[in-house]
């Protein structure tokens, strides 16, 4: 049915044009207000990245958004807009497990926007290093998936990094069988990052029985390296497929369908300082307590007394041979709340370690 009445497709597209123009003056009024800040900030010496504030001017869109727009898509564009602003206050390096492709790039690009100097480093420990001797701002390290659990690696690097933690991220994590030939025929090795070979245990066993799984440094280096010889195929994401030239040979492989990586993101506090309270925040900690019985329970005693909610609660162990453990925590809030800061306060006493990883944010979509 036609409406005789509708306006026409060349219609719609001038006022769509005309829209954009208007769009095109207030971003950039925008941008020249960031500008402004960046000034500012730059006269009082002050740092630019304020993930509390972007959280918040997120929120509010989101509060105030009427549609049709939906309120998923606020935080990509919104993100971008201020990756753009905060470009024009200074550069933002970024740190992460690459090369090209990787998740922790897309975790970075998700978090950060694309306006950011990526780089790419060959391992957690690299990134963990590079950002503590000042050469990115910021590193972005996977911290825990849905599947598989913490990431043993990372854990232990918080435990004597000077890095804190200042912002977090989640990504939905699709992996894919990439090669060179498109099939499954002829492979003989598949290559990936450990974690997405555990992530993809079951598929692999009922499909490529047999074939070897070897681990590389990051799915996109074995992407990398399925480009040069047709009997590798590598799992990593399409965008690795795209940037190494494979095609996907299977895709979805990972064997939970609801795969998710959660990312930390990390900076030199003696150069960033901790977020101010955004109001929807996280505390992340790390604990030891004595080996005695009822040590854990008395960890959680002063959470319940203060009222603080835990939304994470893992052990790893302590390398002591002692059966011994580090407990790395979540608490719901930030130290400037005071049940909050009560709590802290009462469990450092109750430690045998203590250490505060950083209060951030929590991930807004
Ligand atoms: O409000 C600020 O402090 C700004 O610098 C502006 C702005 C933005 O574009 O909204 C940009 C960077 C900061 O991380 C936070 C927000």
Redesign the pocket.
């Known amino acids: 049915m036609t409406n005789a009445n509708a306006p026409s497709l060349a219609t719609l597209r001038e006022r769509i044009d005309a829209t954009d123009a208007e769009l095109l003056a207030l971003l950039n009024r ?1 941008a020249a ?2 500008q402004e ?2 000034e500012l ?1 730059k006269r009082e010496g002050s740092v ?4 509390e ?2 959280a918040q ?1 997120i929120d509010n869109l989101k509060r105030r958004n009427a549609g049709p727009l939906k309120a998923d898509n606020i935080a990509p564009i919104w993100r971008e ?2 990756s ?3 470009a024009l ?1 200074t550069p933002t390096r970024v740190a992460y497990l690459g090369p090209a492709g990787t998740f922790s790039e897309e975790a970075a690009l998700g978090f950060f926007g694309s306006s950011i100097v990526r780089v790419p480093c060959a391992s957690f420990d690299e990134v963990f290093n590079t950002t503590a001797a000042g050469a990115a701002d910021f590193g972005v390290v996977a911290v825990e998936n849905s599947t598989e659990g913490g990431v043993a690696r990372t854990l232990d690097l918080f435990l004597h990094t000077p890095l804190s933690i200042i912002g977090e991220t989640s990504l939905f994590v699709r992996h894919n069988l990439l090669r060179k030939d498109n099939s499954l025929a002829g492979i003989r090795t598949v290559l990936a990052h450990p974690q997405a070979l555990a992530q993809c245990h079951e598929w692999l066993g009922t499909h490529l029985p047999g074939v070897e799984r070897r681990p590389a440094a990051s799915n996109a280096e074995g992407a990398r390296l399925a480009a040069e010889d047709p009997s590798i195929a590598a799992i990593a994401s399409a965008r690795a497929g795209s940037e190494y030239g494979l095609h996907v040979v299977a895709p979805a492989i990972q064997d939970d369908p609801h795969n998710r990586t959660r990312f930390a993101i990390v900076t030199d506090p003696r150069r960033h300082p901790a977020p101010a309270a955004s109001g929807h925040d996280c505390t992340s900690l790390v604990v030891s307590v004595p080996n005695q019985p009822g040590a854990v329970h008395d960890l959680l005693v002063p959470l319940k007394t203060h009222g603080v909610s835990m939304t994470r609660f893992e052990s790893r162990p302590a390398r002591s041979g002692q059966w011994e453990y580090y407990f790395y925590i979540d608490l719901d809030g930030h130290p400037d709340q005071p049940n909050v800061a009560a709590a802290l306060t009462a469990l450092r006493e109750a430690c045998a370690f203590f250490k505060v990883l950083g209060a951030y944010p929590v991930d807004v979509h």
């Open positions: 925008r207000l960031a800040v960046g900030k630019v990245f304020r993930p504030r972007e001017v807009i201020m753009a602003c905060r206050e």
